[in-house]
C-alpha cells in the first residue's frame, strides 16, 4: 500500500526548499502517492519558483490579499487546509520552516490526524519577538509535528531540549543545498534563457559585485537608514565596486533606500528578482550583505562570504563555522567588516573557503530514505 504525502508551503523561499522534496517522492511513485497544496501566501513570486522548477500543484488555496494581516491568514489557512485534508487523507503532511503557512498547515493536519512532518526543524534564537512572527510559528509547529528533518546537529540539540524524542528527529542536512545545485547547473546551462539574467549580464561592469537584501521587519525604520548609510560609505570608499540591491516591495524598505541610495553612480537598485536570476547573480557576487535567513545557508554553498545585518540568528552554526558575520544595523560594523573583507586577501580567502554547514545536497535523500523504512501507519 502507497504512503500517502501531502506537501504544503505558500512563500517563495518554502517552495524553493520543498522542490527536491516533490520531485523527489513524485519520481518515487511505485512507494508514495505525492500530491502538493500551495497557500500562496505570497503569489506571484511563488509561481515564478513553482514554473522554474516544474511543479503543478494539486490543491491551490490562492490566499494572498491586499493588507493581509496575521490573524486573517491563519484563519483562511487553517479554514482552506480543511477541505484540502478531508479531500486527499494524507497519511503524512510536510511542511517547512516558520511561516504562517507552516505553522497553521501543521494546526490544521494535526487536526486531521496526519502526521507531521517539519522540514528545517529545530531552528531558534529564543526570543520570542525576533524574527516575528517566525520564532513562535517554528516553535508552535515543533510541538505539534510528529518528525523533525532537523538541518544540523545544533538544531537537533535545540529539540532535544524541548523534551522531543530523539528516535523522531533525523538530522538531514538542509534541502535549500539541495535546490541550489539543481538550480546554479540549471542557470548555467547554455540552453537555459531568463530574460532577467541577461539584462544583469548587461548591467554588471565591476568583478567586485556586493549583492543586498533586506526586508526584515526587525530593521524596519532606523535600521534600514543605518544600512543604506553603510551602503552608501561603502559605495564611496570602493568606487570600482558595483552595490546591487534588489530592492523588497514593503514601503517601510522602499522608502529610506529609494531616498539615501538613488543617486548614486555605483548602486544598482532593481525590482526584486525571481530565484533563477537571483542564483544567478548570487554565484556572480564578490560579497553578499544580506538579513535573509535562506542566502545565510546558500551562499556558503557557492564560496561567498556573507554579513548578516540581524541582531540575532537562528543559524548559529554558520557564525560559529565562520561563513558568516554578524553586523547588526550598526553602520561602523557594516563598513568596517566590508572594508576586512575588500582589503585582506587572506580573510576572504579563509572565509570563502570554509567548509557549509548546512550539508552536502542529500537532505531530501535523507528523507525520502526515512519515511520509505517506516511501517505503514507511523
Known amino acids: 500500500m502507497k504512503k500517502k504525502n501531502l506537501i504544503v508551503f505558500g512563500t517563495r523561499p518554502e517552495a524553493i526548499k520543498m522542490a527536491p522534496l516533490v520531485k523527489a517522492f513524485q519520481e518515487n511513485d511505485k512507494d508514495f502517492v505525492t500530491r ?32 493581509q494581516d496575521l490573524y486573517g491568514l491563519t484563519a483562511d489557512i487553517v479554514s482552506g487546509m480543511k477541505s484540502v485534508l478531508e479531500d486527499f487523507q494524507p497519511d503524512y503532511v510536510y511542511v517547512h520552516g516558520d511561516t504562517t503557512t507552516t505553522m497553521a498547515a501543521s494546526l490544521a493536519s494535526f487536526y486531521s490526524g496526519a502526521k507531521v512532518c517539519h522540514v528545517e526543524a529545530g531552528l531558534r534564537t529564543h526570543n520570542k519577538w525576533a524574527p516575528f512572527p517566525e520564532e513562535i510559528n517554528r516553535s508552535i509547529t515543533g510541538r505539534i509535528t510528529d518528525y523533525h528533518f532537523a538541518p544540523t546537529t545544533t538544531s537537533k540539540k535545540n529539540l532535544l531540549k524541548e523534551n522531543i524524542v530523539e528516535e523522531n528527529i533525523i538530522v538531514t542536512g538542509n534541502t535549500v543545498i539541495d535546490a541550489l545545485r539543481f538550480s546554479v547547473k540549471k542557470v548555467s546551462s547554455i540552453d537555459f534563457y531568463d530574460s ?73 537598485l532593481i525590482e526584486p528578482l525571481g530565484y533563477p536570476a537571483f542564483v544567478w547573480l548570487m554565484d556572480k557576487s564578490y560579497l553578499i550583505i544580506t538579513d535573509s535567513g535562506g542566502v545565510q545557508e546558500e551562499a556558503p554553498s557557492l564560496g561567498k562570504p556573507v554579513l548578516v545585518m540581524r541582531e540575532t540568528t537562528e543559524r548559529p552554526e554558520a557564525v560559529k563555522a565562520g561563513t558568516v558575520k554578524l553586523v547588526g544595523t550598526d553602520k561602523t560594523k557594516i563598513v568596517s567588516e566590508a572594508k576586512a573583507l575588500f582589503e585582506n586577501e587572506e580573510l576572504y580567502h579563509k572565509m570563502s573557503e570554509l567548509h557549509n554547514p548546512y550539508g552536502d545536497g542529500k537532505a531530501v535523500e535523507r528523507i525520502v530514505k526515512f519515511i520509505k523504512e517506516l511501517p505503514h501507519g507511523k
Open 196 to 268: 532577467e539574467i541577461d539584462i544583469l549580464k548587461q548591467s554588471i561592469n565591476s568583478d567586485k559585485v556586493i549583492l543586498v537584501t533586506g526586508h526584515r521587519r526587525e530593521n524596519h525604520g532606523q535600521g534600514f537608514i543605518d544600512i543604506c548609510n553603510a551602503l552608501k560609505e561603502i559605495a564611496i570608499i570602493y568606487p570600482e565596486a558595483q552595490i546591487i540591491y534588489p530592492v523588497h516591495l514593503n514601503p517601510n524598505v522602499q522608502k529610506p533606500v529609494y531616498k539615501l541610495l538613488n543617486n548614486i553612480s555605483n548602486i544598482k
Open 36 to 67: 502538493v497544496c500551495i497557500t500562496a501566501q505570497h503569489r506571484e513570486m511563488l509561481d515564478q519558483v513553482l514554473t522554474f522548477f516544474e511543479i503543478i500543484p494539486d490543491y491551490d488555496l490562492d490566499l494572498m490579499k491586499p493588507n
